[in-house]
């Protein structure tokens, strides 16, 4: 049988890898020049690479940790303590280990102590997402840890990342987030700890890319499906010419470079870029109801500036930003998790966001960018100057966080769409937990499973 997976991201990778073991011949396109997708990584330069938006892994992400194995690198992934802080009130407060909740100013006493029980308790106790699923994130607070909870740590870091919508958002996004950490015991209960894959997430795409080409498939970078149509039972899917990623993500603005038939077709792009790449007759087939639950899902875009620093920035690896006051959600030092030496002493920082579509910092330049943030820098690090930027490359990407408000699971597409032999799985579908690169693994096998059934 003949595959064609749309976009070669963890999820796309993992899908062909699978089926091109299970012995079928595996096309993958993708419109990027490399590999990855969301987890992408770039060169920084000196022949180092570092992710053009920021990942780690938890100790309990099992499905990625056993696909480093099966590819031949069980020793890939390396265990680093980990260091968090929340800025708020205008004052970093670190959160590293259980005692610094106990510590935490912003809070009153009563309130820091009901909050930790009630995440110990969601931890610990709530291994059902059902309950989760059909209350906001800001109801469930407020009824178990209280007002002052939600308006001093919740309310800020999800309009942080959600804005308007936060009051909107489901209690099942946060529940994810927090049962991550089920797995912590032992040593990693006073300080947790996070993997992070030596190299860079590159060796982990280049292992995928081989699997797939030494059965005999293909990886096409900088070639991304323009158009699919249906060709008898199977499909034809028409190719973009390269350098058609200049052009955006709409394929229905690439160049015309050919087309090929496939007994099935997985899509793993974002909903409205697999809506485009419908056909009419196709998208008849799909049907309305299946597109109205692809439409129906919103997404955030992640919006993330990479900054080489000549110095430190903080002594924190993660820092939640609670302050509505300052343009940016999170800073993530990531040479203060793997040390600078790794980079011949160089230091990166990315300064991470979440906004609409049409927010008018998507539109501005790197250099645009970090002169609107610089005040902000200078409020978590009053020291901060921008002649400690060496360097710095912004990324966006505009399908990055699907915004699940009450009732998401009932609303979510199913994987095979109806058009028989069609497969659709993106991060819409990691549910109920929220998106990442282990669950992207966990969807890709989801996905071979259905092009084969």
């Known amino acids: 049988m003949r595959v064609a997976v749309l976009g070669a991201g963890v999820c796309g990778l993992v899908a062909g890898h699978r089926l091109a073991r299970a012995g079928h011949a595996v096309d993958v396109y993708e419109r990027w020049p490399g590999l990855g997708g969301q987890a992408a990584t770039l060169d920084v330069g000196d022949g180092h690479r570092l992710e053009r938006y920021y990942h780690h892994l938890f100790t309990s992400d099992r499905q990625i940790a056993q696909l480093f194995a099966e590819l031949g690198m069980p020793d890939a992934i390396e265990w680093r303590p980990s260091s968090v802080a929340f800025f708020a009130r205008g004052e970093l407060h670190p959160f590293v280990t259980p005692m610094d909740l106990l510590r935490f100013a912003p809070l009153s006493p009563l309130a820091r102590v009901r909050m930790g029980a009630a995440v110990l308790a969601l931890q610990r106790f709530a291994g059902d997402p059902a309950p989760y699923a059909r209350v906001t994130a800001r109801a469930w607070i407020e009824r178990r840890m209280g ?154 875009a992640a919006l993330c500036l990479l900054l080489e620093l000549d110095r430190r920035f903080s002594g924190y690896y993660w820092t939640n930003v609670a302050d509505r006051a300052l343009p940016f959600v999170g800073l993530i030092e990531h040479t203060n998790f793997v040390e600078p030496e790794r980079y011949g002493g160089r230091r990166f920082l990315y300064v991470a966001n979440y906004l609409p579509h049409g927010h008018e910092l998507l539109g501005l330049g790197a250099g645009e960018l970090l002169a609107r943030y610089e005040g902000g820098l200078r409020a978590v690090n009053p020291a901060f100057s921008g002649e400690w930027v060496k360097r710095a490359w912004l990324h966006a990407e505009p399908a990055a966080q699907p915004i699940v408000t009450v009732g998401y699971g009932e609303r979510m597409p199913p994987l095979q769409t109806p058009a028989a032999g069609l497969v659709l799985a993106n991060t819409t579908q990691v549910y109920p937990e929220d998106r990442g690169t282990n669950y992207a693994v966990r969807l890709g096998e989801q996905a071979a499973r259905a092009v084969l059934g």
């Open 147 to 300: 007002r002052q909870a939600w308006e001093e740590v919740w309310g800020p870091l999800l309009r942080g990342k959600f804005g308007e919508r936060a009051d909107r958002i489901a209690m099942v996004w946060l529940w994810s987030k927090l049962r991550l950490r089920r797995s912590v015991r032992g040593q990693d209960v006073r300080q947790e700890r996070l993997g992070y894959p030596r190299g860079s997430w590159e060796p982990l795409f280049a292992a995928l890319a081989r699997s797939i080409e030494r059965a005999g498939g293909r990886v096409l970078t900088d070639r991304p499906a323009a158009r699919v149509s249906r060709a008898g039972a199977g499909f034809g899917v028409r190719a973009g010419a390269p350098g058609s990623f200049r052009r955006g993500h709409d394929p229905r603005e690439f160049d015309d470079a050919g087309a090929e038939r496939y007994d099935r077709v997985l899509a793993t792009v974002p909903n409205d870029v697999f809506e485009a790449l419908l056909d009419p007759a196709l998208a008849a087939e799909v049907g309305d109801e299946y597109l109205a639950r692809t439409r129906g899902i919103e997404y955030f």
